[in-house]
């Protein structure tokens, strides 16, 4: 038992330290993962998966795949699907089986697999997990059409390949390594497969009418969903051997597409448990690694790891973008850009191990073929993705930008000031109306509800890094703080004070965003300014024109509304004492005109210079 604790004590202890790592320098967890692994298994001895949890390692990684394929499953909003454009469409419903196939000719006749083993890796293979795509988008600053599509094709193909290489190991079962006859075998494969579908199908629409009516309090709806992945998992495999995976996937579909309330919370929660799983899962699977396995690789697994980069990648996108306007610099970069992610190296040591068991002998090399693509994939891709981007002209230069909810007086004139200081930015609102004024300015705008499914398709939330709530409803600016605070940061989110009642805690992070000084007199009294003539200034501090000269000239009752460092994150001070001016920042302040100092100049479309202040009429 002491033994069984220290281990789940050093994986957890690795693959969170990891996962932190990978944040806080912004590289691919896998990578710190696999070297975490290695350093704890191959080469200190710490770890020894087989030894320390002997008969349990098996189950522990099927369960830990079977959580994760439902994460996979319940992220997949058809309705998102179907709205984004023919390129994705194509690449995920025409690219994946394309590159299944692909995938399994190159591992037989390459690899020297036998057909039900590659049938298996090439499904696989298929798999681009969103959870290394995501970062790497983040870095490179990717265009919106060529992001837009690595992310729904990462988003997709988890499931799918999952679904694939399923199908094809209960083909491998089905058949045994004397080949029962493609006939039978596939009947059987097809058979389990509907009943496996039919189960999760039915499991996740009893759920999602539970949810609906009320029968579920909310304290046990987390605990109960859990409970159904379990239970359809290792219910459907008591039936059909490895069918699981296909209820658990079938059912995360069906509750990720079902209408209920308390789904946005219950993905934060199967977030949270997928990204220990997933952290703990590649650590073990590492750390399993040995010499004997390692040398079991030949010239040949060397040649089909280049065969997947070069060859099957390439002819997977090319045939399915067929007749599509996507422009050849984005085909180009998607046929090279597709890194493999810990979901495929948690499937290949789950079926690895079992088609050993059923007389696969290759199956052996699952794991040790796996770890070659995955790793091979997220360095070469994670190296060249910006240089092939900028190559091909599809980075964008921009600097991360403001969400801003609500158009009114003042936001409008916000966001003037922000294009004026060439910071990116987005004017949202329900109201057509209300965005009149923005678009007559020529002001970036959304029309729409930013808490809807549509919002992550048609708006590019990827470069947003700070988000603005100034709705003159308070209730509804808590939302969406709410809603955009784990994705893009607790610490990026900032509301308008409360018209109700005086602000006694600006920095409430439990509820709702943080509210600036600018902010404090919430968003009637802001307006009010606006249309009273205040005005937004923008002044960069040099070394000649100091912090004292800017605060000696600024106007009087001015407020600092925005700090643009030369280098950083920017910033909104929620105190006049939280931020010191330096050399080469921008300062965007809120005051009114009568008082602006002598070099303010009403010019606007003239760019700032070093020491003077510019007024934005944001009008």
């Known amino acids: 038992m002491q033994d069984l604790v220290l281990t789940a004590a050093i994986v957890l202890s690795l693959g969170i330290a990891a996962q932190w790592l990978a944040w806080r320098f912004k590289i691919p967890a896998i990578v710190l993962l696999a070297v975490g692994g290695i350093m704890a298994g191959p080469v200190t001895g710490i770890l020894d998966p087989h030894a320390q949890l002997g008969e349990m390692l098996e189950p522990l990684v099927a369960v830990a795949v079977a959580i994760i394929l439902f994460e996979g499953g319940i992220s997949l909003d058809l309705r998102e699907l179907r709205g984004t454009a023919s390129g994705v469409r194509r690449l995920t419903l025409v690219g994946a089986p394309v590159g299944w196939l692909a995938g399994t000719i190159a591992a037989h006749y390459v690899a020297g697999l036998s057909w039900p083993t590659a049938a298996v890796l090439g499904g696989i293979l298929v798999v681009t997990g969103p959870t290394v795509i995501a970062p790497l988008l983040r870095q490179a600053k990717l265009d919106r059409k060529p992001a837009i599509t690595l992310k729904w094709e990462g988003i997709v193909n ?235 002209k599809l980075t964008s230069d921009a600097p991360p930008g403001f969400l801003v909810v609500g158009a009114g007086a003042w936001t409008t004139a916000l966001a003037h000031a922000l294009v004026k200081a060439k910071v990116p930015v987005v004017l949202a609102d329900r109201s057509w109306a209300r965005l009149r004024a923005a678009r007559h300015e020529g002001l970036p705008v959304y029309h729409g509800e930013v808490l809807s499914d549509a919002t992550e398709i048609h708006l590019d939330l990827a470069s947003t890094s700070h988000v603005i709530a100034a709705t003159d409803n308070d209730a509804y600016n808590t939302l969406i703080c709410n809603h955009f605070g784990p994705d893009i940061g607790r610490s990026a989110m900032f509301q308008v004070a409360p018209q109700t009642q005086p602000v006694t805690d600006r920095h409430s992070l439990a509820l709702g965003g943080m509210v600036p000084l600018a902010m404090a007199a919430g968003i009637d009294e802001l307006d009010r300014r606006q249309l009273a003539g205040w005005r937004f200034s923008r002044t960069r501090i040099t070394e000649d024109f100091t912090e004292e000269d800017y605060r000696r000239q600024r106007p009087a009752g001015s407020e600092t509304v925005l700090v643009i460092p030369a280098r950083g994150r920017m910033q909104m001070p929620e105190d006049t004492g939280d931020i010191a001016f330096h050399a080469g920042d921008t300062i965007i302040a809120f005051g009114p005109p009568a008082d602006a100092p002598a070099e303010t100049t009403t010019d606007t479309d003239t760019d700032t210079d070093a020491d003077t202040t510019e007024a934005d009429a944001g009008s």
């Open 158 to 392: 988890d499931p799918l390949g999952a679904l694939f290489a399923v199908l094809a190991y209960e083909y491998a079962i089905a058949a045994g390594p004397d080949d029962i006859g493609l006939a039978p075998a596939l009947g059987q494969v097809a058979l389990g497969a509907v009943l496996a579908a039919a189960v999760g199908l039915a499991a996740g629409s009893a759920i999602a009418w539970a949810f609906r009516r009320g029968h579920v309090p909310e304290f046990l709806k987390a605990p109960l969903m859990i409970g159904a992945v379990l239970a359809c998992f290792a219910g459907t495999n008591a039936f059909v051997e490895e069918t699981g995976l296909i209820a658990v996937t079938v059912l995360g579909v069906t509750l990720g597409n079902s209408k209920v309330a308390a789904l946005e919370e219950l993905r934060r929660i199967k977030e949270v448990l997928a990204t220990i799983l997933v952290s703990g899962v590649f650590v073990l699977l590492t750390a399993t690694l040995n010499a004997e396995t390692l040398a079991a690789l030949d010239w040949r697994h060397a040649a089909y790891v280049v065969a997947v980069l070069v060859i099957v990648r390439p002819v997977t996108v090319l045939a399915s973008l067929i007749g599509t306007g996507v422009p050849w610099s984005n085909r180009a970069l998607l046929a090279w850009i597709a890194p493999r992610g810990i979901v495929a190296v948690a499937i290949t040591g789950l079926f690895g191990e079992r088609l050993v068991a059923a007389g696969y002998e290759d199956g052996a090399l699952l794991v040790p073929l796996g770890f070659a693509v995955v790793l091979s994939t997220v360095t070469l891709h994670g190296f060249s993705l910006r240089p092939l981007a900028r190559l091909l």
